[in-house]
């Protein structure tokens, strides 16, 4: 059975950080394509940070360029989402998710395979 769960989330204030953990089973990670999306109250669903398995390239939404990171760890069959200098714009229930394919845009729809999700909330 193809599962996904997510961790690692969390209250933090304006600044802190969180790293975000998704620990799949039932499937190697190593051959798709691992999404990081969030959505918060009354807002679509967006992309957050992707990864490809084919040649690690990295997407980041403008929002979070230069305070998120994504990696994976094939060994572990999990995929990380380091979050830094957090904002309350950043708080959502966040995602993860694999794509059905090696490469994938980094929108929802392109992603077959979900977690529960985990809540991150940003305030003082």
């Known amino acids: 059975q193809v599962q996904l769960v997510e961790s690692g989330g969390g209250l933090v204030q304006p600044g802190g950080s969180l790293r975000l953990s998704c620990a799949a089973s039932g499937f190697t990670l190593d051959y798709y394509a691992i999404g990081w999306f969030r959505q918060a109250p009354g807002k679509e669903r967006e992309g957050v940070s992707c990864?490809?398995?084919?040649?690690?390239?990295?997407y980041y939404a403008d929002s979070v360029k230069g305070r998120f990171t994504i990696s994976r760890d094939n060994a572990k069959n999990t995929v990380y989402l380091q979050m830094n200098s957090l904002k309350p714009d950043d708080t959502a229930v966040y995602y993860c998710?694999?794509?059905?394919?090696?490469?994938?845009?980094?929108?929802?729809?392109?992603?077959?395979?979900w977690g529960q999700g985990t809540q991150v909330t940003v305030s003082s």
């Open positions: 990864i490809s398995s084919s040649d690690g390239s990295t």
């Open positions: 998710a694999a794509a059905g394919a090696s490469r994938a845009l980094c929108v929802p729809r392109r992603y077959d395979y």
